[in-house]
């Protein structure tokens, strides 16, 4: 958010509304690094019974518990990349060069998961995933709150291998885009003179649309 006001800060500077970029005398508070868990085997049995009853989404919560796959390398995975006769998907790994070069396991009962997976994509450009990162975040909360419906609205569960944290609001909800969409007019109403009408904070702001990729 400090990044998002500089910019309309330095604008406003540009534009003479004002003399000050005055988010350089900002300062943040620590970020707390929050304590990540392990799904129970309970919590994934029931995901595995999600499934069965035809939430098909949870395909790739599974993909990524039992793989250890990130959500950037499940959204970027091609199915191209998915051998499984070899049960491996190669070149799917980011971030660090052993990860980049190291295959990911499918193991065998999840064979026929990620074969419906490659199957149902309907990507024209050959992705896993047929949607963008918010619409992903949509079908993922849908999914989780179909399963465990006693989740808060405010709660993320983490994507990392066999692991989840709580606490952390979704960037891609609506319910966060609304929010900084809000500030950002309320800001870009404070920098202008009274009565004046502010332009639309699309151009400070990257407001994503849902959709396939």
Known sequence: ???VLSHLYKRAVAEQIVQTNLAEYIK???LNETEQTPFSEIEIKKLWDGYRDGIS???YILLMIYSGMMPGELLECTTDMVDLEAQQIVGAGKKTKKRKVTPLVIA???????????DDSKSKIGKLVCM?????????YAALYAIFPFLSPLTRPSFS???RSSALQSPGSWAANCSRYVFIMLVLSSLHPAGAR???SRGFLRIPQLGNM
């Not at 065998?108 to 490659?118: A, I």
């Not at 918010?134 to 993922?140: S, V």
């Open 1 to 3: 958010m400090k990044n």
């Open 28 to 30: 943040l508070p620590k």
């Open 57 to 59: 989404f949870v395909g």
């Open 108 to 118: 065998d009962f999840m064979v026929p998961v990620v074969s419906k997976l490659c």
């Open 132 to 140: 963008n990162k918010d619409k992903f975040y949509e079908e993922y």
């Open 161 to 163: 291998a066999h692991s």
């Open 198 to 200: 502010p332009r639309s």
